[in-house]
């Protein structure tokens, strides 16, 4: 039976971006069915219990994959587990979950988000001459193709399309793990009414009365569809809407840019942009639906936190979240982030107090809330170690530990 398990992540520290706070999460998660999960980190610094981070003496940030692959195979012949779950392209390990989809797929993706031709151009040219990602970028490539290697588990069926279109890797050898979010966070209801009356009456001095609240949130503005959102607004409030619709930025991003793009199309009076809040869950709260118009994102928390938050998502098909809920019904799903005016158009959908409503009671009647919940996450990934381990037990019944490869 499966009971010790690592799970291999590059940093320990949640501030960096979703990924990590992600992978937390679902040690967490696993920790409440009875299994000992130990996180094992390059860098970062932590006073979380079952937290070891094995590169702590190397000077840098970061270090390369080489270095800390030795270092995680010198722990683990000293440590036994049953399980090894890396998030980073290591074959040793017994499961392989890329977080942030796969590196040739995020690069051109980061690419396409540039809006200036010759700097998309220069960046799919020149993505590898960064030596680190170019060493993820081998080994993710190495461990994916043939049918032999660790299992790999997919966060959604667009990081499955990454996985077939750029490494050609046996379906065999995949299995779909949808991603989730934790569902248990308290909301404080006094929080969330004082952050609406300060949104309504930011809108309300500038002459927008009572509008319908859409909140972006995110810290890569631009790899997240921010400028293309803000010329959808323009084409928004170029028209006459059921109600008049606010946007509110959060995030720790630079707004600058996005201020003054704000401005010279004439929708300042429209957005409000603040820095990244405390508690998401309390602001959630307080908007009525949720936007993410991104260039790229294998399964993003933010779509996920709306859906627990009963409250309808627009986004994009670059985005595998969509395979939480059903386009038209829970929410809007666009084409492209550069298809600016099917971006309006979902916009003004939800610019309807009835269309609000209709979207929120679909996403409780089909309990997504569920659905995204970390809890299904560790339940299914549970069942998966499982099969990893029972598999390994056919091939090597005198040897359980050693994985048949």
Not at 141 to 160: D, H, K, N, Q, T
Not at 265 to 278: D, H, I, N, S, T
């Amino acid at each position: 039976m499966v009971k010790k398990i690592a799970i291999i992540i590059e940093r320990a520290d949640i501030a960096l971006g979703g990924a990590e706070r992600s992978m937390f999460e679902v040690a967490d998660a696993l920790s409440t069915l009875d299994l000992h999960v130990d996180l094992l980190a390059a860098k970062g610094r932590t006073d979380r219990r079952n937290t070891r981070v094995l590169c702590e003496d190397v000077p840098g940030k970061r270090v390369s994959l080489a270095v800390f692959g030795n270092a995680l195979q010198h722990h683990l012949a000293q440590t036994p587990y049953d399980i090894v779950h890396s998030a980073l392209p290591f074959d040793f390990a017994d499961l392989y979950q890329p977080r942030g989809g796969t590196y040739a797929e995020s690069v051109l993706r980061n690419a396409a988000s540039y809006s200036n031709s010759f700097i998309r151009c220069w960046k799919r040219t020149t993505a590898f001459i960064n030596l680190r990602r170019a060493e993820l970028l081998r080994a993710e490539r190495r461990l994916c193709r043939g049918s032999e290697g660790p299992v790999i588990a997919a966060l959604s069926r667009y990081v499955i399309e990454q996985l077939r279109k750029h490494y050609a890797t046996d379906p065999a050898r995949i299995v779909l793990t949808l991603n989730g979010v934790n569902v248990d966070s308290h909301v404080d209801s006094d929080a969330a009414r004082r952050i609406r009356s300060r949104f309504t009456a930011h809108f309300g001095d500038k002459g927008i009365e009572k509008p319908v609240l859409y909140l972006f949130a995110a810290h890569n503005f631009r790899l997240k569809g921010l400028g293309p959102l803000i010329r959808a607004m323009q084409l928004t409030c170029g028209t006459r809407t059921e109600q008049p619709v606010g946007l509110v930025v959060v995030g720790a991003g630079t707004s600058d840019t996005y201020q003054r793009l704000a401005k010279r199309l004439g929708v300042e009076k429209r957005m409000l942009f603040l820095e990244a809040v405390g508690h998401i869950h309390d602001t959630l709260a307080a908007v009525d639906v949720g936007i993410l118009p991104t260039f790229y994102d294998p399964s993003s928390r933010f779509v996920l936190e709306v859906l627990a938050a009963g409250k309808p998502v627009i986004t994009t098909r670059f985005n595998g979240a969509t395979d939480h809920f059903v386009d038209g019904r829970h929410g809007k799903v666009v084409d492209s982030p550069n298809n600016v005016s099917a971006l309006a158009d979902a916009i003004r959908h939800f610019a309807s107090a009835a269309n609000i409503q209709k979207a929120s009671l679909a996403i409780t009647e089909d309990d997504l809330r569920s659905r995204v919940s970390i809890r299904r996450v560790a339940q299914e990934i549970l069942y998966l170690y499982q099969s990893i381990s029972d598999t390994r037990e056919r091939h090597n019944p005198g040897n359980p530990q050693t994985p048949p490869r």
